[in-house]
């Protein structure tokens, strides 16, 4: 099977998620804020994107472009779910998940496992470890990148891209309000140290209402372990503690419902292992280009 092109799969991926909430807006988003602005932006990207894959560029700012666009993009089309999902959303998920949550768990973990375990150092480190997810995955993907495995960070931005992108869209759909905005934030003695207010503080900035369920941050952090355990084992060791951090602090901190984190890890793992079975096997070669020029295969 030839080598996936996983610039042109991502950079398809992206533009088709453009056009796609392009038309959402344009036709359903009459009272969403700037709306002709917002179609106008998102189908000038979607143009642009697709002509960089016709024209596939070997170097220069266009090849970064195309290379590294998704990472650019999550955090601008993430907070932009809160605008789309208030007007178009059917919100009837923000009390079915709490629901479900409670019948399953008996009551609310994000509640509970504070109060039940308010330990300064725990919290200190799983808000550490929320607060590095914005660090990891770009960091990984830089790494890759200059380091030359090219077929990983490929693999990485094509997987990213599904999951990110396609809960996205599903937020803006079903969107659902995560424990942040319903519960009463945590408090002493938990709050008023470095990383717990650190993350609060991104939240209330950062944060978009509606992009609860399936947790994005869990997704996102599953799939860099997973390709990281295909591509660099060590790499995916040193990883472990950090995702596993993430995916307790999700709940924890009560940013979202333990429902959310269970549906953005099999989202994640469904992405990845869809991948490697329709792309023929558990990962890709590496391109003989690379190999012929001296860069490291993956291990």
């Known amino acids: 099977m030839p080598p996936v092109d996983f610039a042109r799969w991502t950079t398809t ?24 602005w917002l179609v106008a932006v998102h189908l000038t990207l979607a143009g642009s994107l697709l002509i960089l894959n ?23 089309l993430y907070k932009e779910v809160e605008l789309v999902a208030a007007v178009i959303g059917d919100w009837r998920l923000t009390a079915a998940i709490p629901a479900w949550e409670s019948a399953l ?10 109060e039940r375990l308010a330990l300064v150092p725990l919290s200190e ?38 999951v990110m992108l396609g809960s996205y869209l599903f937020f803006i759909v079903l969107p659902v309000d995560s424990p942040y905005y319903l519960s009463p934030h945590l408090g002493p003695p938990l709050s008023g140290h470095f990383f717990f207010d650190l993350v609060h503080q991104m939240s ?20 860099v372990t997973l390709v990281a355990w295909r591509h660099q084992r060590r790499l995916a060791y040193l990883l472990l503690p950090i995702i596993g951090g993430v995916m307790m602090a999700t709940v924890y901190g009560r940013f979202h419902y333990a429902l959310d984190t269970l549906a953005g890890a099999v989202l994640a793992v469904a992405v990845v292992m869809g991948y490697r079975y329709f792309s023929g096997g558990p990962g890709q070669k590496q391109p003989a280009h690379d190999a012929a020029i001296g860069l490291p295969a993956p291990n």
């Open 13 to 36: 991926l992206t533009a088709s998620y453009l056009a796609i909430t392009a038309a959402l807006i344009a036709i359903l988003g009459n009272a969403v804020p700037g709306r002709v």
């Open 54 to 76: 016709r024209t596939r560029p070997s170097a220069g700012i266009l090849r970064v472009i195309r290379d590294w666009h998704p990472l650019m993009l999550f955090p601008l």
């Open 105 to 114: 768990f008996d009551g609310q973990p994000s509640q509970y496992l504070s």
């Open 125 to 162: 480190y799983l808000h550490f470890c929320y607060a590095a997810y914005v660090i990891v995955i770009p960091s990984v993907a830089a790494y890759w990148y200059v380091s030359g495995r090219r077929v990983a960070f490929g693999e990485l931005l094509l997987m990213l891209s599904a």
């Open 204 to 223: 209330a900035r950062g944060g978009a209402r509606g992009g609860a369920f399936p947790s994005a941050h869990v997704s996102g952090a599953v799939v």
